[in-house]
T-cell receptor, first 114, second 112 residues
Framework: KAGVTQTPRYLIKTRGQQVTLSCSPI?????VSWYQQTPGQGLQFLFE???????NKGNFPGRFSGRQFSNSRSEMNVSTLELGDSALYLC?????????????FGPGTRLTVT | QQPVQSPQAVILREGEDAVINCSSS?????VHWYRQKHGEAPVFLMI?????EQKGHEKISASFNEKKQQSSLYLTASQLSYSGTYFC?????????????FGKGTSLLVTP
């Protein structure tokens, strides 16, 4: 079974631009969660989608948004990029919502904002 | 609410034991444990659910004290491959259980 894939793996953007990251979950998984990882802060929860519905959102500004498609693939978008948005963005999939089931993480997208 | 992990870092010699703790200020439905090696994605180790159910790898053991909202991960007879950063993730009960909040991590280094 193929694992979670994320594209692109690396991105360099300029302050003020916007970016879209993509995540394809493990086949059959319907839940996708997004996390921001920065040194010293660990993994910070962004949002989770299940069956195309956002179930919960972390404490991030409205510049961070996402969506999930009918095939469970998910995208997250960050508008008006700031230097502080530089981070590793991880998505994780699980068969059902993340509180009860193990999550499988993708390799991440490394975003650098200059 | 981000759970608090302790210690922040630990260095072990191969064969020694370690305990990593995770504490939450809110009621919990489940506690998850993951390990991340440098440059790699976090990998699932174990889930502990309210009520006592556990799911995870046979060689990993952990406890979940629901009343104290605490969990501990026990690493016994450590091997070099145990090195990495360990994260606990907590999910509260109810609808908000969809959100998994992770601690800042515990860095573990096992030396020969």
């Amino acid at each position: 079974k193929a694992g979670v894939t994320q594209t692109p793996r690396y991105l360099i953007k300029t302050r003020g631009q916007q970016v879209t990251l993509s995540c394809s979950p493990i086949s059959g998984h319907r839940s996708v969660s997004w996390y921001q990882q920065t040194p010293g802060q660990g993994l910070q929860f962004l949002f989770e989608y299940f069956s195309e519905t956002q179930r919960n959102k972390g404490n991030f500004p409205g510049r961070f948004s996402g969506r999930q498609f009918s095939n469970s693939r998910s995208e997250m978008n960050v508008s008006t990029l700031e230097l502080g948005d530089s981070a590793l963005y991880l998505c994780a999939s699980s068969s059902l919502p993340g509180g009860t089931y193990e999550q499988y993480f993708g390799p991440g997208t490394r975003l650098t904002v200059t | 609410q981000q759970p608090v992990q302790s210690p922040q870092a630990v260095i072990l010699r191969e064969g020694e034991d370690a305990v990593i703790n995770c504490s939450s200020s809110k009621a919990l439905y489940s506690v998850h444990w993951y390990r991340q090696k440098h440059g790699e994605a976090p990998v699932f180790l174990m889930i502990l659910l309210k009520g006592g159910e556990q799911k995870g790898h046979e060689k990993i053991s952990a406890s979940f004290n629901e009343k104290k909202q605490q969990s501990s991960l026990y690493l016994t007879a450590s091997q070099l491959s145990y090195s990495g950063t360990y994260f606990c993730g907590t999910a509260p009960p109810g609808e908000s259980g969809y959100a998994l909040n992770f601690g800042k991590g515990t860095s573990l280094l096992v030396t020969p």
